[in-house]
């Protein structure tokens, strides 16, 4: 009688709304969980110094780990290409083919790690004299260069007292708060630094000794990359069924592909305009034309805004010297940047981010505002992964709902029918009526 009366009372509880007790357990847990994670949030805000030291505690103990993955990363196209090339040369000539493949992805490491060290000495051996040359030129120049520009709008102008007046004026007071920070601030600051060069040596050693962890790292990841890959593989098959296994390789995929392309075709867009300035500038006879040139290269590394912030130094050096070819220099970047953003860029990057101007300017700025220069650099690949997870996430939803996910059929759309899932337009008719037109637009 008591198995047949708590039958019933399942019974009529599932009629009266199917309550029972792993529902009662599972809301209950359902509430732990969140109000644990409210607590956890609002521990997180309250103690934001706490978790900041600690994150920062940190990524300095991971700083050898972080440089070694972000040197593999751009040093792996380099190798990926080397290690082709060679695979050609050493299989036919060796046999085994694993000898080959292992010989030929050692000789690409250590040719990458060669292309990279190259790259680097050259830029310091051609940028350090050229800045060092430039401060003590502007500092010792800097009153004849002012009174050049003086005499050059004096005879532009052609005797204007009034406009030449308040022109001399302010160029006078910006060179005599130029020099005094070059003669005293920044000589003395550099003093200051060279004589406390003994208090930085334990950071230096330990930042050189990060690094060359970093590289060691490096290498061990570029050699033994595919078997890193397939052990993350196999924990994200291990952790999740096929279906949310398949999205999240897909997507990581997707992203190694946005930043790759991104990075690379940025990179090799940017040496390509550093040498073109360099080649132009020094056709036209400008001053300081290796500054000029690697000052216009590694500012157009950042998307957008990375010409306006690299014309604005460069120009000023130049116009300090020569305000005629000061001029001619502002036409040269306006010309140089229509070409990199018209031609030059779109041939390398193509669409390797899938993002509208709008997007691009709201990365820079928000992750720049964040992070600062990689900020500005990282991005826009950043905002065109987060952009293609969330399209990808709105389709999946809008498809499982039974409706379109092309952006143009919801650009007039003015309501979804109910019974239909129709999509509903309105449209103006010849005499001026509206008139209701129920379609349902292909993709």
Known sequence: MDSERRQTD?????????????????????VFITFCCCILFFFMIYRYNGFADFWKKLTTILQPIIMGLVLAYLLNPVMKFLERHLMKLLE????????????????????????????????????????IQSIQGIATGLPSEVKNIMDWSDEFFKGDSEIVGVINDVLQKASDAVQKFLEND??????????????????????????????????YVLASQETFAGQAKKIIYAMFKP????????????SNEIFGGFISGKLLDSAIIGILAYVVLTIMR??????????????NIIPFFGPFIGAIPSFLIVVLQNPLQGVYFLIFIFILQQIDGNIIGPKILGDSTGLSSFWVVFAILVFGGL???????????????????????????????GLVDDTGSYIHLMRIDKRTNELVYEEKTEKGTEEKIEESPEK
């Open 92 to 131: 036919p000539r060796m046999k085994s083919k694993t000898k080959a493949k292992k010989m030929s992805r050692g000789v690409a490491i250590a040719g990458a790690w060669v292309f990279l060290g190259g790259i680097v000495v050259l830029l310091i051996a051609a940028i350090v004299p050229s800045i």
């Open 286 to 299: 400008m001053p300081d034309t290796i500054l000029l040139a690697v000052i216009i290269g590694v500012t």
């Open 243 to 254: 279906v949310r296994a398949n999205v999240i390789v897909e997507t990581v995929r997707k």
């Open 186 to 219: 920044l000589l003395a600051q550099v003093q200051v630094y060279l004589t406390s060069i003994a208090s930085g040596v334990i950071y230096t050693l330990k930042f050189l000794l990060n690094l060359v962890v970093g590289i060691i790292v490096s290498i």
């Open 10 to 30: 399942n019974t009529s509880g599932d009629r009266n709304g199917g309550w029972n007790l792993k529902q009662y357990v599972v809301i209950a847990l359902v």
């Open 371 to 401: 992070w600062g220069f990689p900020g500005m650099l990282l991005g826009v690949p950043l905002m065109a992964v987060i952009y293609y997870v969330a399209q990808k996430l709105v389709s999946y939803f809008l498809r499982k709902r």
